[in-house]
């Protein structure tokens, strides 16, 4: 009987101290490390792909140059035909 009563009260003072406050903030979660972590992880991918894009965007405007140039000289080719 008396080891009853010291597992009931062991158990009602362990249930006691659990708080739930910190694990709906989730202050103490396990996972917010993880969080912090695929934030990170995702905050460089975005850096990655936006200057990825950048460099693909560069290289597409330089190629539209050379296009440009290279219609102008044939504009200017038919038109020294015609004269």
């Known amino acids: 009987m008396l080891s009853q009563l010291v597992a009931k009260r062991t158990l009602q003072s362990s249930v006691r101290q659990f708080s739930t406050a910190r694990v709906a903030l989730g202050t103490d979660s396990p996972n917010a490390n993880n969080d912090a972590f695929s934030e990170r ?3 460089q991918e975005n850096v990655y792909v936006k200057k990825h894009e950048a460099e693909q965007l560069k290289a597409l405007r330089e190629k539209l140059q050379q ?3 290279s219609i102008n000289k044939l504009e200017d080719e038919i038109n020294n035909i015609k004269k």
């Open 41 to 43: 992880e995702k905050a």
């Open 67 to 69: 296009q440009k140039e």
